[in-house]
């Protein structure tokens, strides 16, 4: 990731894909992808002062295949990458909420996200060299999905239930760290109309890599 140019408004940023790597544990086993198709692409995309992304159509078109043979792209990827943060000043203790309603479709299929949390700066401290602000968070929400996958057309819904923390150097106003662990509650119906419980845990990690 590199700075190339800014405006009022915006960051412009230039993203270039060393790798992707994808893994999950399921009922028909442990899936596990590297998709060389998206090895050294690149795309350009805006991040507001604020830590909202937007500008990800070049990445929207970069598709490759998932771990179920769904098709993906790097929009999903980056549409959530970049914590959103207050604007003003902050010190210890300060609170604030941020509701956000984030698209994640692609070819064939519809994923819409509502996501409402709840974030706390607890501490400064150093983390990684760096002076931080350390932000705990919770968030509730919802997930609603529907479209065509290998297996026919499906749609699943249901709660989703998070925490996190992350590390922000608010000197050089980059994030160092964050860590989100998510969990899905919901129903997947089938093609054949028939409807079973789906339960996600997703764990992700995002770190300054200098």
């Not at 028909?28 to 937007?54: A, I």
């Not at 509502?114 to 706390?120: K, M, P």
């Not at 983390?127 to 290998?150: F, L, V």
């Not at 297996?151 to 860590?179: N, W």
Request: proline share 4%; charged share 25%; glycine share 10%.
């Amino acid at each position: 990731m590199a700075k190339t140019g800014e405006d009022d408004s915006n960051l412009k940023l230039g993203i270039k894909v060393d790798s992707i790597h994808t893994a999950v544990k399921s009922m028909q086993g442990n899936m596990v992808t590297n998709p060389e198709e998206v090895m050294n692409k690149e795309f350009p995309m805006l991040l507001s002062k604020k830590g909202e992304e937007s500008g990800l159509e070049e990445a929207a078109e970069i598709e490759y295949s998932g771990v179920g043979g769904e098709t993906v792209n790097l929009k999903t990827t980056f549409a959530m990458i970049f914590p959103d943060l207050p604007e003003g000043p902050v010190k210890i203790g300060y609170t604030w909420a941020d509701n956000d309603t984030i698209d994640m479709s692609v070819s064939g299929q519809t994923v819409l996200m509502i996501i409402n949390s709840t974030n706390t700066v607890v501490a400064k401290e150093k983390y990684m060299g760096y002076d931080c602000y350390k932000i705990e968070y919770t968030n509730t929400g919802e997930r609603n999905a529907s479209g065509d996958t290998p297996q026919g057309f499906m749609t699943s819904s249901g709660d989703l239930t998070g925490k996190g923390y992350l590390y922000f150097a608010y000197k050089e106003g980059i994030l160092v760290k964050d860590h989100n662990e998510q969990k899905f509650d919901g129903d997947l119906t089938l093609p054949t109309g028939d409807a079973f419980p789906m339960y996600m845990d997703i764990k992700i990690d995002v770190e300054l890599v200098k």
